[in-house]
């Protein structure tokens, strides 16, 4: 799979007809633009559903080795079964996949906040079922544009879908004959600024012209659990402008994305629904191997889901709590405390919201 961007990379996974909404791992067949050998176009189902989740970090080999149990090999266990399930799986990529590198900030009192995944880790992106992962974030450019090069060829590699830098502005891949591009936007080096409003618009539009349906993935706001309540203004931390994000996320409906998903302050942040579209505004930390696991910082939602392929509207979804303790990944949440949590903050920080969280999770429009 190769990603040949200049300006809007055209990748299109054309994913064999799934009867019941698998998410083509195993099963796709991949095509570029214009390949007459691609799979005749299956008819557009009339839902496509989708799994988002926040940063995923699954442990570093800097400076000194941190893994999860048996190698990382059972980070995703709990929910592994619920990401397959969905067309489309979705999280944010929070570091670099590479063997080696050169670290491009200088190592902390703390220890160093740069982050180096063993390229062999894909392969827990991959049995996860993830199709799509954020690469806009503060810890992609950690090992400069090398590991950036690396984390990409090995995503190419995988089969999993990227974007979010100056080498991936989008990219589309079809399921069960829906188009769905997606793009992605941080507030830090070597990523596409969400702060460039110009730049935004004109990614969202050239998707629009190749895809039925747009997802626009996010990083940004502030940090940590002070940060758990969206504010209507700009946010700023450690002096970088991290982004007015709701009004980017609205900017994002109007010029014609259909789904809008968040994270960076490390706590859930409360959902809408905003035009009949559906908008997260933080997931949360959801694998990150040890780092920032305590209190809100533990909580890892993930939200199903489902949307109409022809207008990309939402029609009703479920979230699911997972809570990560230490290094092991996310958890069933057998308390409710991290759908009571989005609840709350939903209801709190969203007036007149158009969507309806109950207290199992459902999803559903108001
Ligand atoms: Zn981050």
New binding site residues.
């Given amino acids: 799979m190769k990603h040949v961007c200049k300006s809007i990379c055209l990748l299109l996974l054309a994913v064999a007809a799934i009867a019941c909404g698998g998410n083509g791992n195993g099963a796709a067949s991949i095509a570029q633009v214009g390949d007459s050998a691609a799979v005749a176009k299956p008819r557009q189902a009339d839902t496509l559903s989708f799994a988002v989740v926040g940063?995923i970090m699954m442990g570093s080999t800097y400076p000194v080795k941190k893994f999860a149990a048996n190698d990382g090999a059972e980070l995703f266990r709990d929910c592994d079964s619920l990401l397959r399930s969905v067309d489309l799986a979705c999280g944010?990529l929070?570091g670099v996949l590479a063997n080696s590198g050169k670290a491009r900030k200088p190592l902390g009192a703390k220890g160093s906040f740069s982050f180096l995944m063993p390229t062999r880790y894909v392969n827990h992106l991959v049995k996860a079922g993830f199709d799509f992962v954020g690469v806009a974030?503060?810890?992609a450019f950690d090992f400069s544009e090398p590991g950036v090069k690396s984390t990409m060829a090995t995503l190419d590699s995988a089969g999993i879908a990227y974007a979010g830098n100056p080498h991936a502005h989008g990219v589309v891949k079809e399921v069960r004959g829906t188009r769905v591009g997606f793009c992605a936007f941080g507030h830090s080096r070597g990523t596409l600024l969400h702060t460039d409003a110009k730049l935004v618009h004109g990614i969202i539009d050239s998707l629009k012209r190749e895809a039925d349906i747009v997802v626009v993935c996010f990083?940004g706001g502030a940090?940590g659990t002070s940060a758990r309540h969206l504010p209507d203004k700009t946010e700023y931390a450690w002096g970088e402008n991290r982004g007015h994000l709701r009004k980017f996320a609205h900017d994002c409906i109007d010029w014609g994305a259909d789904l809008v998903y968040g994270?960076?302050p490390?706590v859930p942040r409360a959902m809408e629904v905003y035009k009949g579209h559906f908008i997260a505004y933080s997931m949360g930390n959801f694998a990150t191997t040890g780092m920032s696991t305590a209190a809100q910082t533990g909580y890892a939602p993930l939200a199903v889901l489902r949307v109409l392929s022809t207008t990309g509207e939402l029609i009703d979804g479920q979230l699911y709590g997972f809570i990560q303790k230490g290094t092991s990944g996310p958890r069933t949440d057998t308390r409710g405390v991290v759908i009571n949590d989005l609840r709350t903050l939903s209801a709190q920080d969203i007036t007149n919201n158009e969507l309806n969280i109950d207290e199992k999770g459902r999803l559903t429009r108001k």
């Fill in positions: 940063d944010n929070e974030n503060n810890h990083h940090e994270h960076g490390h």
